[in-house]
């Protein structure tokens, strides 16, 4: 009996579905290949040391998870063994994954990360920015793959004068990282590589590992050209995008990091020109200007042209010295005449003449002014006797008014210090008299 194809793979899909083992199955392994579907299928590979199984999880199973796997997680999935009737390749439908801990290759690229960050390795002062302009670009990557073609594309179609210097390696495998190490020092070596960009395609990370291996690593750090690292996707992450200056997510961004556009370095090279053109006119009308001066100098040190000058100068001075002359000499007379002056007004003959006349004129003040005090102190005198007079109780007596005094010789200023048969003395202007009050009437009683 003849069978086709398909109904040979649909009888051993059937016989995997009737096994109560294979239908219900938990399997061990590490994750790898791990790819999220834009269906909402998940695809990856679970492996150990000795053995890969192939893995498919559908979009309601993944919505389930609890948490998101990733590349190199030790888990045990939970699922069914069946096989795809297309392709005829088995594979394990999954259910649920649980975590177990870290896979292997990626336990050893944590203890590696941090052993090569103590160190300083990615620190981010050891980065170094790209040139502005480029001679050659230098490129680590397989020569077969369609990075390299990616690259050389972007390059052409920003820059068509790029040199491009294609240093071919293996991308994984044994010995590959050992080759890209070796790869970027060559390049380094030379002087008119002035950017390397390190490439991969994307891949499962033990495609990738070659890029995480420590030689890589330390080569990427030591090397003193600017290095552009596009390993994977932009998902992934090595070493070597850790040690290098800049990580670009792909092989045509790195292309574009590294390779200046055209237009722009034309328009780079139009403005230099113009600021040397500005800066050759300001030197030219700065020699001109020097030039004159020069010139000047030179004509100014032609001996005829001294000696005109000499003369200019001597006719000058002695313009200046005539002028001087005679400014002093009518000095001189003016000073002559003001001591002649000063001389005759102090003759002593008529010094004392003069002094005769003040001291005849101070006698004749000296009297008016005795004059004066006298009239004064006389008028001052009679103005005290009339006012003594005025405040004498005598001349308040000759006016008829009667002093008053008791007994003890006070007097009597009130009413309210008499009683009747009291003695008293009368004061007159002309005398005095006894007195004895015979009665005493107050005003108002």
Known sequence: MVFSVAQINEYVRKSLQMDPILSQVEVRGEISNLKFHQSG??????KDEQAALSCMMFQADVARLRSRPFEGMRATVTGAISLYVKSGQYRLNARSIRADGLGVLYERLQILTEKLSREGLFAQERKKPLPEYIDTLGVVTSPTGAVIHDIINVSMRRNPH??????PVRVQGNGAAEEIAGAIDLLDRLERVSVIIVARGGGSIEDLWAFNEEVVARACARCQTPIVSAIGHETDNTLCDLASDVRAPTPSAAAELAVPRLDVLEGRVEQLRQLLVREMQDRIAEERHRLMVATER???LNPREK?????????KERQNLERAIRLRIEKEKGMLELRFTTLRQQHPGKRISEARWRLAQRAVQMR????????LEQDRIVHQQRELNLLSPYAVLKRGYVIVENTEGRPVAATAELEAGQEVRMLFADGEAG????????RGE
């Open 435 to 442: 007195a004895s009050i015979l009665s005493v009437t107050r």
């Open 41 to 46: 299928l998940l695809f990856f590979t679970l």
């Open 368 to 375: 008016r002014e005795m004059h004066r005090r006298i009239r």
């Open 307 to 315: 000696m005109r000058e000499r003369h200019a100068a001597l006719a």
């Open 298 to 300: 030179l004509r100014l």
């Open 162 to 167: 790029t040199q491009i210097l294609l240093c």
